[in-house]
């Protein structure tokens, strides 16, 4: 029987990205035992990719933004099928979480008086995300990263989890393996945070990496937490296409914040051809106008290029089926063209845009300063995960905290960029907050030694087929194509109920799924193991999109295209059934309370 | 561009290993991660390698290509003579875990022995502070590292004299100098430069700055400005004589 190491905590936190570190920041400061696992290093999460900013209504470079904005940007964006209460708590403690950051030691760039500076992002009425030129993740993760090591925390790098554990109903910790050497851990906790994440690697063509194989929330749904809005995944509309290696990296948005223009293959900006009528009185009408708001005219209206994600990555699909597109299918961003406009234009993209500059002229062989970028919609967050009471951030099993892209509701059908950085900051800070209230207030649990045992014993099945086995990479190859084909960008019933039987198929070539060499860092075991939660996501994805009979925010439906007013009083939830099958209801929103109610429609 | 190159991979763990020979397709735009990943998806599935965002901004990837340290994420194929086997190595001033994957955790203790920030009181009565974009951008340059510690695996004092236990490294001598320059900062690191990080270890043969793929200068900027400070503080002789120190 194999042995596990065993390791024993008031509080877990699986995940070390922002809001991981930031859960466990909190806990810690309770001064409860806090542990933290992660599969990657430690500041390598996805947090570190991140790019344009964090969105906060400090109000530095317009003082009319508030919280009443953010929270109405915000439940716009989402289409109204938000966590109002989320959306609430987010837009009042985004600020203050941002300046915990600068009191850490994160260096934001400046307003001229010496403020943190903030930038114009989709969606968002004004300038509102703080950043560092185009690496704003890094300075968060770092920060996070250098402020938590010394704030009392004992960190578990490259170890991945593989089950929660329960006791009578209540969680009791976690386990998983090592991958540098495949030793089996148990850690026990009196509460367990889980900040894993997206799943983004469900699909061919994404921004996200390897660790995005939607593994926290695999482990809740197993574990009988209900998730919820799994129908709406993200496609960003500017990743790269060209090369084909570098295919789905991100091109972050950041550059239409700063004056970039999408053009199709006649030059023509083709977004101001189709503007959604929610966003009619705030969207520029004409090129100069929309200039004008990029460069800070508080008159003017934003571009349609700064229209939310899902609408202008839609256009840009329909601009490239129509035969307008790019010579590799993708559309043309154009941020050289400033030139016209401003002195100094080619030193003035570098410093604002350094890694994109820096990732074009390396991986492309192409300077955004001369030349327009080709770009097109990659898949790249997942507003859907784990269903949490608003406040605490609680899931529906005791003891069980989720935070971050794992968690739902906040963004409801759509993310605002940028909302995404202080999501992490606000709810990890939450969830570590409740955790720790909850292990304080909870006693110690007990382990069931079987169920450790049963996981240990299935994890290792892989290595009894060996070479003779289906080969791990190969089923992930094939989901993508799968996913991307059937349950992308543009929906249709007949091809999900086709998605639906070509999982199943991938889930029974997944148990048959072999391994060659031994435990030590074997990345082919590791993928074995990610690939099983793929499966659970990519099918929950599936089925809540099938239920929702309408085109709301990310989720297009060809079959439905229009949005219905009736589902805009739904959310879907899954849940796993007492016989293992998986279960899809459509479940009421809560009524909005009236002051939040009234300042959607002061804003409208 | 050829349609095939050969790949030598060093295969192996703690007890030892030897280069593998692999053969894969090759195309237009392709970085040697891409090779890599084919070869492991393809035809050696217990490969073991890191990477995560695959756009050299996370600094997991780091090996020795052609002797090289490099990121692997972000060196092209069509910037290497595929007529000759592309040698993919380990980094080599750390220890191996298995085939490209080295124990970094050095770093992550070292760090820890550095004091860490310390903010002096907000100048505003909100609580927040005002500062120059000038000057946050000096350490902001610094604050670019990735800790993909290529420029470790360089330093000589690292690499051949395994001074691991008394010399911080480049890296750590940025993260020192992001501090000690960090316009809130009020901490003093300066005699734990001297004594207990061994700034004077480093003879700045730049090998460090040489490397870094994120282009930071380490030497000029980071650690000779550090050097001033530590000579300044106790090598001045009219100090010295005065007994102020
Ligand atoms: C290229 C890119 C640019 C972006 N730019 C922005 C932006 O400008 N603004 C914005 O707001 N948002 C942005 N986003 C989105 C944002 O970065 C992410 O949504 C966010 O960082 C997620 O943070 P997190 O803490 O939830 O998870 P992550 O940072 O991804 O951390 C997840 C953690 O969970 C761990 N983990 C996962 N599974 C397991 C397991 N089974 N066992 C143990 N540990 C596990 C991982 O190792 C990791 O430590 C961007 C995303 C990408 C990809
Ligand atoms: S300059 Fe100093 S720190 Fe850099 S490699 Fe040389 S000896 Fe090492
Ligand atoms: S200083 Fe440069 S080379 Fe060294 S770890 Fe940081 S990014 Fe890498
Ligand atoms: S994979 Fe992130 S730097 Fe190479």
Redesign the pocket.
Known sequence: MPEFQRFSYDVLVIGAGGAGLRAAIEAAATGLKVGVVCKSLLGKAHTVMAEGGIAASLGNVDDRDNWRVHFSDTMRGGQYINNWRMAELHAKEAPECVRQLEEWGALFDRTKDGRILQRNFGGHRYPRLAHVGDRTGLEMIRTLQDHGIHAGMEVHMECTVLRLLLDSGRIAGACGYDREKGRFYLWQAKAVVLATGGIGRAFKVTSNSWEYTGDGHALAYRAGAELRDMEFVQFHPTGMIWPISVRGILVTEGVRGEGGVLRNSEGRRFLFDDIPDLYKDQTADNEDEGWRYTQGDKTARRPPELLTRDHVARCINREVKAGRGSPHGGVFLDISWIKERMPKAEEHIKRKLPSMYHQFKQLADLDITKEPMEVGPTTHYVMGGINVDGDSQMATVPGLFAAGEVAAGLHGANRLGGNSLSDLLVFGRRAGRYAAEFAKANGATSIDEQQLQATATEALAPFERGASGENPYQIQYDLQEAMQELVGIVRTEDEMLQALETIAQFRQRTDRVGIVGNREYNNGWHTAVDVGNLMIVSEAVTRAALLRKESRGAQFREDFPNKDPEWGKYNIIIKRGPDGAMLVEKRAIPPIPDELKAVIEEMK | MATQAMFRIWRGDPEGGAFQDYVTPVEEGMVVLDAVHRIQAQQANDLALRWNCKAGKC?SCSAEINGMPRLMCMTRLSDINLEMPVIIEPMHAFPVIRDLVTDVSWNFRAKLTVKPFKPRSPDAPDGTWRMQQADVERVQEFR?????????DVCHVLREHRKHDEFIG??LM?YTAALEMHPLDTEDRTKDLRDKHNIGFCNITTC?RQ????S?T?TENAIIPLKERVVDRFYDPLKQLLGIL
């Not at chain 2, 490397?211 to 994120?214: D, H, I, K, Q």
């Open positions: 600094g670019k590292c990735i800790e993909c510690f290529l420029c470790q480049p890296r940025v460090c490397v870094c793929p994120e930071i380490i």
